[in-house]
């Protein structure tokens, strides 16, 4: 069984679970609840746990198995519901590869717990995610350490006739899965030569590809985002076909529509718009922000959800895809680059959901001054709704620069951008503006930009005019906001964070 929904840890819930021993933060230890209420109340079939930018507890399965024995009696793991690391990547964050190792030699361990217990002989955990994957060497280089590194160890002769596996036992499973996080467009251009590389050394049984949608889109811009992992869904198909092996994608996507659109009361049209991945990811704001029988409801819809088989695309629909991406993206990162401050100092008041050391995100700007970084994506579209400036319309207005041609390969890939696009121009301050200018000193012309882009959206897709009273509410508290931080009331700039978060159900 391959599971269809993921539980992860991003961040970008706005209301606090009750079970949280914390009133702001879900501590590591909370952790463990929060995976056991996943799989017995939600419905969720699978668990990512994060061993990425965190101390990560290696005894989860122990921890698991004490709060309710019956319930993973009856529903093993690893059979029936999985639990799967997502480890750091030792070519990108050299100062956590060392977790690596500890991460991969837990898996023995955790197997040896499970079969103590239960002495079923299945591994409760057996895959991997790697994120930042951008070639097979980098799958290669877990996958072999795991076996050469790891399972070997115990063949190691210690002294006489006496061997590793003599002092701490036979390592099993023997080998692992490699579950590719792609997260980059390059990546994902090249994902085909990627996968077919590290499938003719390998040659596992099936694969699980899974695709970003959160950094491409703080890279790229929402539109382009949403295109390459329509493009990616298309090279996954081909290698299934040109190899033989089963894929089965995951699309990594956000309750907010610039990281995805996937949340509770927008089920529907999610399983439409990525109709060709297997598995989904349920996020913090997902299982936390809405009630609790939305929430099973959705859940048990994905669970349900037969993905279709992809339409291939030709050469020409490629060309005309990477060709769009290339000209929304260089609006859009021309906007961003003009946003920096006001991201980056807004960014400094946002919950943290999370018990997380600092992390970067992959976006950086060439500019005179050196290169400009930028936080993770969910704090990025955090800090630009609490501005006013919905992330989604950034770049928009490059679309009238494109042919018919363009527009409606577009509008046949992305089956729900206008949809998209509205929910997310109904929070648009056009008194943001004049603020971005005084407080911060925006250029004249990025202002003017971002001027184009809501006109853009006004003329050719339509903003909501009957607009409710929380999204007229979210419009005067983003003015309230950036009253308070242009007078340094900063205790009143968070307080309407979390206000303005509550009311669209998300962080960012």
Not at 75 to 80: A, E, K, S
Not at 158 to 164: F, G, K
Not at 379 to 402: C, D, Q
């Amino acid at each position: 069984m391959v599971p269809k929904t993921m539980s992860t840890q991003h961040p970008d819930n706005a209301i606090m679970p009750s079970w949280s021993s914390s009133k702001n933060v879900i501590t590591n230890e909370d952790e463990i609840e929060e995976a056991y209420i996943a799989y017995k109340k939600l419905g969720i079939k699978e668990v990512m746990w994060d061993a990425e930018g965190k101390d990560v507890d290696t005894h989860v399965i122990r921890k698991l198995f004490a709060k309710d024995k019956e319930f993973f009696q009856n529903n093993v793991l690893g059979r029936d519901i999985f639990l799967t690391y997502r480890v750091p990547n030792p070519l990108i964050e050299g100062a956590e590869r060392k977790i690596l190792n500890e991460t991969l030699n837990s898996i023995p361990l955790n197997y040896d717990v499970a079969n103590r217990i239960f002495n079923n002989g299945i591994a409760p955990i057996f895959e991997v995610i790697l994120p930042f994957t951008t070639d097979y060497r980098s799958m290669l280089n877990v996958v072999k350490f795991y076996e050469k590194g790891i399972v070997n160890s115990e063949n190691i002769n210690l002294y006489e006739d006496v061997y590793s596996k003599d002092v701490t036992g036979e390592v099993l499973p023997r080998k692992i899965n490699i579950i590719p996080l792609i997260e980059d467009k390059d990546s994902i251009y090249n994902i085909e030569s990627i996968i077919k590389k590290y499938h003719s050394i390998v040659k596992p049984e099936y694969m699980r590809i899974f695709i970003a949608r959160s950094d491409p889109a703080m890279n790229y811009g929402m539109i382009p985002a949403t295109l390459l992992s329509k493009y990616a869904a298309s090279k996954i198909s081909k290698i299934s076909k040109d190899t033989g092996m089963e894929t089965y994608p995951i699309i990594g996507a956000g309750s907010s529509p610039f990281r995805g659109n996937l949340g509770p009361e927008n089920i529907a049209k999610s399983l439409e718009e990525y109709n060709s991945y297997y598995t989904f990811s349920v996020q913090s704001a997902f299982r936390y922000d809405y009630d609790e029988n939305v929430v099973k409801r959705a859940i048990s819809l994905i669970n349900k959800h037969v993905p279709e088989e992809t339409e291939i695309m030709d050469v020409e629909h490629e060309k005309a895809l990477k060709a769009i991406v290339d000209i929304y993206s260089r609006r859009f990162q021309r906007t961003i680059e003009g946003l920096v401050q006001p991201i980056n100092d807004i960014t400094l008041y946002l919950p943290k959901r999370r018990a997380r050391k600092l992390h970067t995100g992959l976006f950086g700007y060439s500019r005179s001054t050196g290169t400009a970084r930028l936080p993770r994506a969910i704090a990025f579209v955090g800090a630009l709704y609490s501005i006013g400036i919905p992330p989604e319309i950034l770049g928009i207005a490059s679309l009238s620069e494109m042919p018919d041609e363009y527009q409606n390969i577009l509008k046949k890939l992305y089956r729900h951008m206008e949809y998209d696009i509205r929910t997310s121009a109904k929070y648009f301050n056009y008194g943001a503006l004049s603020y971005l200018k005084d407080i911060w000193k925006v250029d004249d012309n990025i202002i003017e930009m971002i001027k184009e882009d809501i006109r853009y959206v006004e003329n050719n897709i339509g903003v909501p005019t009957d607009t409710s009273y929380n999204t007229q509410k979210h419009i005067l508290y983003t003015t309230l906001l950036l009253m308070a931080f242009k007078n340094k009331k900063f205790d009143e700039v968070r307080q309407n964070i979390c206000e303005l978060a509550q009311l669209r159900k998300f962080v960012g």
